[in-house]
């Protein structure tokens, strides 16, 4: 299995798949890995990461703020340079089939392993790229089309 040190998260939503893709390392060709979420995967992920923040990290936790709109989020969260460039790099997809968290007490970080058939990538973050990450990956779910609450 190959081992990849996560630093970039990119994720956006593939209409073709129907699935969001979470480009690890998307400028790093040699690290890459292009991993497709389902639907299904990311209703358990998201409770399943927001439950271990509020325990790890209940002090660090920065209020929600008002989101806006879908359109704007998308817009925001990637420029048309980047879109090409994430279809030029596009490395095979990797289905995402674990995602695994570990909290170190002295550090005060948490070791996240996102998991396909092939493929481990590892990152290591603090209180706020942890929030960061994963407000960033729900900018990329197709709420509507997906039929969920912007609440969720």
């Known amino acids: 299995m190959k081992n990849i040190a996560a630093q970039t998260f990119t994720p956006i939503y593939d209409q073709v798949e129907d699935r969001l893709r979470l480009v690890i390392n998307y400028q790093d060709i040699q690290n890459r890995v292009d991993f ?18 509020d325990k ?26 980047d879109g090409v460039n994430l279809e030029l790099l596009r490395t095979s997809e990797e289905l995402l089939l674990e995602v695994n968290f570990s909290f170190n007490t002295s550090t005060q970080q948490t070791s996240i392993t996102f ?23 729900k900018s990329a779910i197709p709420y509507l089309k997906w039929g969920i609450s912007h609440q969720f």
């Not at 358990?44 to 923040?53: I, K, R, S």
């Not at 879908?70 to 817009?75: A, G, P, R």
């Open 36 to 53: 497709m979420i389902t639907r299904s995967f990311i209703l358990n992920l998201l409770p399943a990461a927001e439950e271990f923040m």
């Open 56 to 81: 790890h990290y209940i002090e660090d936790i920065v209020a929600p703020s008002v989101e806006p709109s879908t359109k704007q989020k998308n817009d925001e969260g990637l420029s048309q340079t």
């Open 115 to 137: 998991s396909s058939k092939n493929i481990q990538s590892v990152a290591i973050l603090d209180s706020f790229m942890m929030q960061q990450t994963f407000k960033v990956i």
